[in-house]
């Protein structure tokens, strides 16, 4: 029984050999005849290239022939287990958090920026309303008001817009430290580590921007309690001229 195994493997060996040696004949004489036809119909440069593509074209075909006949096509795949399939998924998600957590940062620090800025843009108006105060026409006076209202209508749009994206990048925050927390729990520390890396930069980022943010509704805070006073000492005086005038008018 063993001898007959034997006698079939040498017989298929035989007969891939023989198809192998059949295919390469077959290159071969194609390999000629075009040849033939290109030298005789092509000018000298033309036949040339054609023959180089015509050889490199045959050689290939002879090769990989010969080589898919004789040798058996192997692949090998990877054994892989659930603890490196959940560690390389850890580490997707907490690639994909940090990409969240940055966007949303990005977001946030320009919103605030740009809150930021409303509002000196509306402490200097008012500053500049309060130093006019006793110059300035009823025209005027309500000229600049109308700027005043519209400049705290942008800064009423402002901070909601910084509402809104910091509601994200919180969101973003516990995203990234759940992701952090499962990737080292899988035993993917180096994700672990740069996602709390990028945790804590973000927070930094945020953190500068905010402080700028306090410093200017600071002074927002102190301009309008000195326009508050302001504004009382003027109507006093305007009243008190008033009441002058009439008791002028009573004297006389």
């Known amino acids: 029984?063993?001898?007959?195994?034997?006698?079939?493997?040498?017989?298929?060996?035989?007969?891939?050999?023989?198809?192998?040696?059949?295919?390469?004949?077959?290159c071969l004489n194609f390999f000629r005849s075009t040849a033939a036809s290109v030298l005789s119909r092509k000018p000298l440069r033309h036949r040339l290239m054609r023959l180089?593509?015509?050889?490199?074209?045959?050689?290939?075909?002879?090769?990989?022939?010969?080589?898919?006949?004789?040798?058996?096509?192997?692949?090998?795949?990877?054994?892989?287990?659930?603890?490196?399939?959940?560690r390389s998924a850890s580490s997707m998600v907490t690639d994909s958090a940090n990409t969240y957590l940055s966007q949303t940062t990005q977001a946030l620090v320009d919103s605030i920026t740009q809150y930021s800025k409303a509002l000196h843009t509306l402490i200097s108006l008012q500053r500049r309303y309060l130093a006019s105060l006793e110059k300035l026409s009823t025209a005027e006076e309500d000229a600049i008001w109308q700027v005043i209202i519209a400049q705290r209508v942008e800064v009423g749009d402002r901070l909601d817009e910084c509402n809104r994206f910091e509601s994200n990048w919180i969101n973003a925050v516990n995203l990234c430290e759940m992701a952090a927390e499962a990737a080292y729990n899988t035993g993917a520390e180096h994700a672990s580590v740069?996602?709390?890396?990028?945790?804590?930069?973000?927070?930094?980022?945020?953190?500068?921007?905010?402080?700028?943010?306090?410093?200017?509704e600071r002074k927002l805070t102190e301009t309008q309690a000195e326009e508050i006073q302001r504004m009382a000492?003027?109507?006093f005086i305007e009243s008190g001229s008033d009441d002058v005038h009439e008791a002028y008018l009573r004297e006389d």
């Open 194 to 216: 740069t996602a709390k890396t990028n945790l804590q930069v973000a927070k930094v980022q945020v953190e500068e921007v905010r402080q700028i943010s306090v410093d200017a």
């Open 52 to 86: 180089r593509d015509v050889t490199r074209t045959s050689l290939v075909s002879l090769s990989v022939g010969s080589g898919l006949s004789a040798v058996p096509f192997m692949q090998q795949v990877e054994n892989l287990s659930h603890e490196s399939l959940i």
């Open 233 to 235: 000492e003027y109507a």
């Open 1 to 26: 029984m063993l001898c007959l195994c034997y006698c079939g493997t040498d017989f298929l060996l035989l007969l891939t050999n023989m198809a192998a040696l059949r295919r390469s004949i077959a």
